[in-house]
């Protein structure tokens, strides 16, 4: 391209093309359920139902408000369901529902997979940016 070259062909709008949508509602949920912390509790939920403050003791480095708005973003996505229950002080418990139980086993493969290959990513990570990547 030139300077004097202004025209720039507008791409064609992808509204009526079914794949396209199918590919942004994919990475709509891939963003949800890929997202560390969101892996992190279903990984936890997998056992059963837990308290708050127990999944943020299991979850190290876990914020109060970053493990909220991830319970929330579950629970939206109908992966995780909040029971209240009315003590005092009320207790409510984090479970997964029959959707997110269906998740549990590949996000438990892939928790399983990152912790047996850490030490050759940490190794690559190493050669890599010791080369000047």
Known sequence: MKPEH???PATPPHQHDPAHSDCRGVASVLS???DKWSVLV???LG???RRFNELKRMIGGVSQRMLTLT?????RDGLVTRTVY???PPRVDYELTELGR????PV????SWALNHLPEITSAREKFDGDGG
């Not at 319970?71 to 629970?75: I, Q």
């Open 6 to 8: 202004t025209h720039v």
């Open 32 to 34: 949800r359920v890929g």
């Open 42 to 44: 279903i990984m936890m």
């Open 47 to 49: 056992d059963g139902p």
């Open 71 to 75: 319970l929330r973003g579950l629970e």
């Open 86 to 88: 009315p003590t005092i």
């Open 102 to 105: 269906g998740l549990s086993e």
């Open 108 to 111: 438990k493969a892939l928790g």
